[in-house]
């Protein structure tokens, strides 16, 4: 889809299809045809918050939203695309709908729901469905400030196509099957990405694991016949503002190992490596609008598989910085592989450190399937990020940390035990336990975000399909833009 501006009236565009967004239930605005009341009475429209109408023999959408914001404008956008899409339409024009935010984060929004909104994973589809669409026209009547924010507009329909297309790019790696998206063909994917991007790029085999005497990571990936992949791309902006490393929990299959899950549990499994997918798709991102950053992404990639040589409960595993870990569940393998992952990327000595990972079950017990998990010892970093995920269109929220729970994760025989002693909080003692592996200087610099809950959609909501989501990416996206503006 091209998305263009056009500083005309929207009535005196020539497109198949004319979208238009009724605010509030208000009617008498002059973009809704007096003749189409009859038509909403007639067809039981109410203008309730994201209710819409297709009126085909007008060629016209109307998308209900209950006030004008980021996130209203950003799902209406998608509703009605969605709808367009079922029909052989090709262009489709849009007014730009302003509010004290102005119009130019509010057209980022909306292209950014188009995009998110049509978006289908039919790569083993016989005949997958056709995007028809070919051009989105946005006209500027009404919206004084044309002379000066023409290049605004334009920037920013610019990055609303770059993060959305980075967040689809996600949603393609994680929904393809685990067959096909391996350990050794995601590091391929990466390397790949970074030649197009011009970034560094190593990719370590388990060798270089040994060398580094990762041996939780290598433990989880020692009965899959799919050898393991840390992969490492960098990327550097000429007067970098700050330095960030990204650290992305890759299992691209996990069967729960010899503590296995139900059948039932390992439908979606291959939605696993969501954490470092979406550390990729941050890197592509951030590359692609030369945001003026140092950004190391850090993935351990790997399949968590049964076998004769499969690590098992019981035993003791010894990370990177020496700490011994007692195995009471082979199901809590990403926090192994996490541990000797975050203990690498501190070695890069970044300014922050924000691990991203589907983690734990528990997290979405206590949050729902809508809402990403946000911990760390630092509470204006935790806010930070919340506040980057409210402006973003996601849903984040703080599981506190607290001086009772570490207890839980103690061991008689090892440092630390790699789950709790009791079902309850599970989402905060796995995070207490990565929390073991970050060294006292980095403590109030890093964040986990346990992206369990949205990352997998198995009932469509809003912009997001069945499927992958892309959970995560905006957020960071949006707390890394800011806070070069802060610098």
Not at 178 to 202: G, I, R
Request: glycine content about 6%; aromatic content about 8%.
């Amino acid at each position: 889809m091209e998305f263009l501006v056009e500083d005309k009236k929207l009535n005196s565009i020539k497109a198949d299809v004319e979208v238009i967004f009724i605010v509030n239930q208000n009617l008498e605005h002059k973009w809704v045809d007096k003749k189409d009341k009859d038509l909403f009475e007639m067809c039981k429209f109410k203008a309730k918050d994201e209710e819409s109408i297709y009126l085909i023999e007008k060629n016209r959408v109307y998308v209900a939203i209950k006030e004008i914001n980021h996130e209203s404008l950003r799902i209406a956008s998608s509703i009605a695309i969605k709808k367009i899409k079922a029909t052989t339409n090709k262009s489709v024009k849009i007014g730009l709908y302003q509010d004290e935010n102005c119009a130019v984060r509010n057209i980022k929004a909306m292209v950014e729901g188009m995009i998110l909104g049509s978006y289908k994973f039919e790569n083993y589809k016989k005949e997958p469905e056709k995007n028809e669409i070919e051009k989105i026209i946005f006209s500027t009547e009404d919206y004084s400030n044309l002379k000066q924010d023409k290049e605004k507009l334009l920037d920013a329909i610019s990055r609303g196509e770059i993060v959305a297309n980075c967040v689809n790019f996600a949603r393609d790696i994680v929904n393809t099957p685990p067959k096909m998206m391996t350990p050794k063909k995601l590091a391929k994917k990466a390397k790949d990405m970074a030649e197009e991007l011009n970034l560094e790029a190593v990719i370590h085999d388990d060798s270089f694991l040994k060398e580094q005497g990762m041996g939780a990571f290598l433990a989880v990936s020692r009965a899959s016949s799919e050898r393991p992949r840390l992969i490492h791309l960098t990327y550097k902006a000429e007067n970098p503002k700050l330095k960030l490393a990204l650290v992305g929990k890759g299992l691209t299959y996990d069967s729960g190992g010899l503590s296995l899950k139900p059948s039932d549990y390992m439908a979606t499994m291959k939605a696993d490596k969501s954490g470092a997918v979406a550390t990729l798709a941050i890197m592509k991102a951030v590359a692609s609008m030369k945001l003026p950053i140092e950004l190391d992404i850090v993935i351990g990639a790997c399949e968590n598989m049964i076998g004769g040589n499969a690590y098992k409960p019981d035993d003791v595993l010894t990370a990177k910085n020496g700490k011994t870990i007692e195995v009471k569940n082979t199901d809590a393998e990403g926090r192994l592989v996490l541990a000797d992952c975050l203990c690498y990327a501190q070695e890069l000595k970044p300014d922050f450190i924000f691990d991203m990972a589907t983690l734990t079950g528990a997290c979405i017990v206590a949050l729902g399937e809508y809402t990403f998990g946000v911990m760390g010892h630092n509470k204006e970093l935790k806010n930070e990020m919340i506040d980057a995920s409210n402006r973003a269109g996601e849903l984040s929220a703080e599981l506190p940390f607290n001086k009772y729970l570490p207890k839980l994760i103690k061991s008689q025989i090892a440092d630390v035990c790699n789950i709790s002693s009791s079902r309850y909080g599970g989402a905060i003692t796995a995070g207490l336990f990565l929390s073991e592996f970050i060294d006292e200087e980095y403590k109030d610099k890093w964040l986990h975000l346990d992206i369990a809950g949205p990352s997998f959609v198995e009932k469509e909501w809003d912009y997001n399909p069945f499927g992958a989501s892309g959970a995560g990416i905006r957020s960071v996206i949006k707390w890394i833009e800011t806070k070069c503006r802060e610098k």
